[in-house]
């Protein structure tokens, strides 16, 4: 069973080692553990203007998935860090993630979420379309927007 669950600094080194390998196993991104400084300390890079979830296979015991919350101005919100094992996919657990993360935005009257992405994820691009997240330039992302330099896609999600 999937249970999706806040982060807890147990969690951190699995969760990282998830994040990692997909994006260099899968996506043979050119991006490290180094280049991620908020993946050292999740807890104090995200829960404590944001927050931070994970899904959790209750029967194998681990993480399966995580998703991201870094608050920003004006009630705007960046989703980050949304990974998924390939093998969970087809199971709905990206869209249980994205639900948890737009029911906490919603229920603390937030107004835009924007995320950035690789092009090389075109799955998640075309999954995130179906959730109503359209398209925009790097431009059109509020100043505060934690770009990643290996991101070169941006959305942007209106919740009111």
């Not at 995320?115 to 690789?118: E, R």
């Given at each position: 069973m999937i249970r999706i669950i806040p982060f807890e600094p147990s969690y951190n080194q699995e969760v990282a080692e998830l994040i990692v390998t997909i994006q260099r196993e899968e996506f043979?991104?050119?991006i490290n553990l180094a280049d991620q400084p908020d993946l050292f300390n999740i807890k104090v890079s995200y829960q404590t203007k944001g927050n931070f979830w994970i899904a959790f296979d209750t029967k194998e015991s681990k993480v399966v998935?995580?998703?991201g919350l870094v608050s920003l101005t004006n009630d705007n919100v960046a989703l980050k860090k949304m990974f998924?094992?390939?093998t969970y996919r087809k199971d709905g657990v990206g869209r249980k993630?994205?639900?948890t993360f737009l029911n906490y935005c919603q229920d603390r009257k937030k107004r835009r979420v924007y995320?950035?992405?690789?092009s090389a994820f075109e799955t998640a691009q075309l999954f995130y379309q179906r959730l109503g997240f359209q398209e925009?330039?790097?431009e059109d992302l509020p100043s505060d927007f934690p770009v990643v330099k290996v991101d070169n896609r941006f959305y942007l999600y209106c919740l009111h």
């Open positions: 043979n991104l050119p998935g995580c998703i998924v094992l390939p993630l994205v639900e995320l950035g992405t690789n925009i330039k790097v």
